[in-house]
């Protein structure tokens, strides 16, 4: 267990929906990051936030977005959902942007 | 970083015997290197991790070493065992300008009894 809790664990939508995935850091983690995985791309950065601030962008859509609570919990956000956006979502956390990087179980999005 | 390529795709090797892994990084700034085990249904488990100060790492039966000029870093399990099995990830990271990873494509290990 890495400590790093990602809910849902399976999300089954529409096209054209939103959805919100929610990541709760390590104990002590102030850095949240948002990667995609996916069977063409494989594992993709997405979005970084440390204590509560954007820290670094990936190939991030548009219709995509995060956020970084004062708990240090983070939420993303994924919009206008297509068939192309099913992939797993992991959040990872660390102690700083230079530390190593834990990763949840993922939130599994398919999209009908 | 830019780009990883990790080699082989696929690796399947008796149990007892060694699995070597290997990843080419092209950003030279790159200081941080982990290896990550993702298991089916999970996520990536950090199992170890080096540094670009250090040519070598082990904690018992895995190992990494790093070879800086040629940019090059491998995963060297030894004594594998059934549970070894999984997909296996290098990355690479410069922690001065970002924090992302770059991840390879990854390798399947399958260890067989």
């Known amino acids: 267990d890495s400590g790093v809790t990602q809910t849902p664990k399976h999300l089954i939508t529409a096209t054209g929906q939103r959805v919100t995935l929610r990541c709760s850091p390590r104990?002590?983690?102030?850095?949240v990051y948002w990667y995609q995985q996916s069977l063409d791309q494989g594992l993709q950065f997405l979005i970084q936030?440390?204590?509560?601030?954007?820290?670094a962008k990936g190939n991030i859509l548009e219709r995509f977005s995060a956020q970084q609570f004062p708990d240090l919990h983070s939420e993303l956000n994924l919009s206008s959902l297509e068939l192309g956006d099913s992939a797993l979502y992991f959040c990872?956390?660390?102690?700083?942007?230079?530390?190593?990087?834990?990763f949840g179980d993922g939130t599994r999005l398919s999209i009908l | 970083g830019e780009n990883v390529e990790q080699h082989p795709s696929t690796l399947s090797v008796q149990e007892g015997d060694s699995a070597v892994i290997k990843c080419t990084y092209s950003?030279?700034?790159?200081?941080?290197f982990p290896w990550y085990k993702q298991e089916l249904g999970k996520g990536p488990q950090l199992i170890i991790d080096?540094?670009?100060?250090?040519g070598e790492k082990k904690d018992q039966r895995i190992a990494v070493t790093l070879n800086k000029t040629a940019k090059h870093f491998s995963l060297h399990i030894t004594e594998t065992q059934p549970e070894d099995s999984a997909v296996y990830f290098c990355?690479?990271?410069?922690?001065?300008?970002?924090?992302?990873?770059?991840f390879g494509t990854g390798t399947r290990l399958q260890v067989t009894l």
């Open positions: 950003d030279s700034a790159s200081n941080y």
């Open positions: 104990s002590g983690d102030l850095s």
């Open positions: 080096i540094r670009s100060n250090v």
């Open positions: 990355a690479d990271l410069n922690t001065g300008t970002a924090s992302k990873l770059t």
């Open positions: 936030y440390y204590n509560g601030e954007e820290r």
């Open positions: 990872a956390s660390s102690v700083g942007p230079d530390q190593p990087q834990h």
